[in-house]
């Protein structure tokens, strides 16, 4: 019995690190592909004005620095063409995540917008960042780690 528990937890494990991600208009990944990079997984909707305006923050950590990838998952849960519009008309590039953060982290449904959560190279959620935020603000989190 103990066998078979040992070999149920680890195949848990690692089933859960296997996870797979959907995202807007993009080849889909495995949670395991964004290991070794830092990552940001920004909520945000097109009714949230500190969102729209933090945009072009996320734009340029992505751009500006190869270590850390940034994700956009949206409030509202919008898909296909309704998401596709709300990208256009805010010129966002960054992959959108369709599959919910709530499914492979420990994440709590935000009371306010925008928030991000900071996932270390080792895939550990290990920030909330509650408010419209810069590339300089969260440089100077992913700095303390």
């Known amino acids: 019995m103990r066998i078979f528990l040992t070999s149920f937890f680890l195949f848990f494990l690692l089933s859960c690190s296997n996870y797979e991600l959907s995202f807007h208009n993009q080849k889909g990944k495995n949670l395991n592909d964004l290991k070794g990079k830092w990552t940001v997984i920004n909520y945000w909707a097109d009714w949230c004005p500190p969102c729209i305006k933090e945009i072009p923050e996320l734009h340029n950590l992505d751009k500006n620095h190869e270590d850390i990838q940034v994700f956009l998952f949206n409030f509202d849960r919008l898909e296909g063409e309704e998401l596709n519009e709300q990208m256009v008309r805010f010129n966002i590039t960054l992959p959108a995540l369709i599959t919910n953060p709530q499914d492979f982290y420990d ?39």
């Not at 709590?108 to 190279?121: D, Q, R």
């Open 107 to 145: 994440i709590v449904i935000p009371e306010a917008l925008p928030v991000s959560y900071l996932i270390n190279p080792n895939l550990q959620l290990v920030e909330t960042l509650n408010g419209p935020q810069t590339e300089m603000s969260f440089l100077e989190v992913i700095k303390n780690y």
